[in-house]
C-alpha cells in the first residue's frame, strides 16, 4: 500500500479483554515498530522487528503485552487482560532499514484503545 | 537513559510572529527528527538532522542541530493559523550498527496561532 495501516482505527472492549492491534507496513519496509502514545504525552517505544523477529522489546510495559511478525511483513500487537491504564494510541511505524539514514519512519493513522 | 525535553510545552502566538521551540537531549544521538501532528491524526516527518550545525528549512520552518549542546530549535517564522499543531522532537536511540533504532520523542509542543 502507499503507507502504514492500522486496523482497526478505533476499538473499545472492557476491562480484562483481550485485543489484538494490526498494523501493515510499507511494502518492502523490513523494520517495523510499535509505539503507545497516552494523551497529551509524546509518543513511547514498545517493541522494534528487523524481519521477523523482535530485535528490541524493551518497551512492552508487561508480560500482558506482545506482538508477533510471523512474516516479516504484517504485524500484531496483543493484550491480554486489558486494563484502564491500557487505553491510548497505539502507532505502527516502519522504515526501509533498521539503521542508518534511510531508516527514517514512517507511521501509520494508529488505533484508539478504549478501556471501559 | 536518554531523555527528551522540549519547551515550552504551550504556545500560543498571533499571526505574523516569530518564535522558537527548544528541543534538550540527554546523551549522544546521531540523528533528530522534528515530527508535526494534529488533532486525532498520525506523525507527519518534517525534518531529519543528522550534523552537527545541520539546518533545514520548509516554507516558515526551520530547524537546526547543535550536536555539541544536544540541543535542537525549530524555528517558526511569520506564523500562520495552519501551522497550529502540536510539534514532537525525537532523537535515535541505537546510532548507526545499533542494534535498535527506536526514537525517544520528546513531551511535545502544542502550538496555537491566534488570528
Known amino acids: 500500500g502507499a503507507g502504514v495501516s492500522q486496523t482497526p482505527s478505533n476499538k473499545v472492549t472492557e476491562k480484562g479483554k483481550y485485543v489484538e492491534l494490526r498494523c501493515d507496513p510499507i511494502s518492502g519496509h523490513t523494520a517495523l515498530y510499535w509505539y503507545r502514545q497516552s494523551l497529551g504525552q509524546g509518543p513511547e517505544f514498545l517493541i522494534y522487528f528487523q524481519g521477523t523477529g523482535a530485535a528490541d522489546d524493551s518497551g512492552l510495559p508487561n508480560d500482558r503485552f506482545f506482538a508477533v511478525r510471523p512474516e516479516g511483513s504484517v504485524s500484531t500487537l496483543k493484550i491480554q487482560r486489558t486494563e484502564r491504564g491500557d487505553s491510548a494510541v497505539y502507532l505502527c511505524?516502519?522504515?526501509?532499514?533498521?539503521?542508518?539514514?534511510?531508516?527514517?519512519?514512517?507511521f501509520g493513522q494508529g488505533t484508539r484503545l478504549t478501556v471501559v | 537513559e536518554l531523555k527528551v525535553e522540549q519547551n515550552p510545552l504551550f504556545l500560543s502566538m498571533q499571526e505574523g510572529k516569530n518564535y522558537t521551540i527548544y528541543c534538550n537531549y540527554s546523551t549522544t544521538s546521531d540523528r533528530l527528527y522534528w515530527y508535526r501532528q494534529d488533532p486525532g491524526k498520525s506523525l507527519e516527518s518534517l525534518f531529519v538532522l543528522l550534523s552537527n550545525g545541520a539546518v533545514k528549512q520548509e516554507g516558515r520552518l526551520m530547524a537546526s542541530l547543535d550536536t555539541k549542546a544536544r540541543l535542537s530549535t525549530l524555528h517558526i517564522t511569520a506564523a500562520v493559523h495552519d501551522l497550529s499543531a502540536t510539534y514532537f522532537c525525537?532523537?535515535?536511540?541505537?546510532?548507526?550498527?545499533?542494534?535498535?533504532?527506536?526514537?525517544?520523542f520528546g513531551t511535545g509542543t502544542l502550538l496555537a496561532v491566534q488570528p
Open positions: 525525537a532523537v535515535v536511540l541505537g546510532g548507526y550498527g545499533g542494534a535498535t533504532n527506536k526514537l525517544i
Open positions: 511505524a516502519s522504515s526501509p532499514t533498521g539503521q542508518g539514514p534511510s531508516s527514517e519512519a514512517f
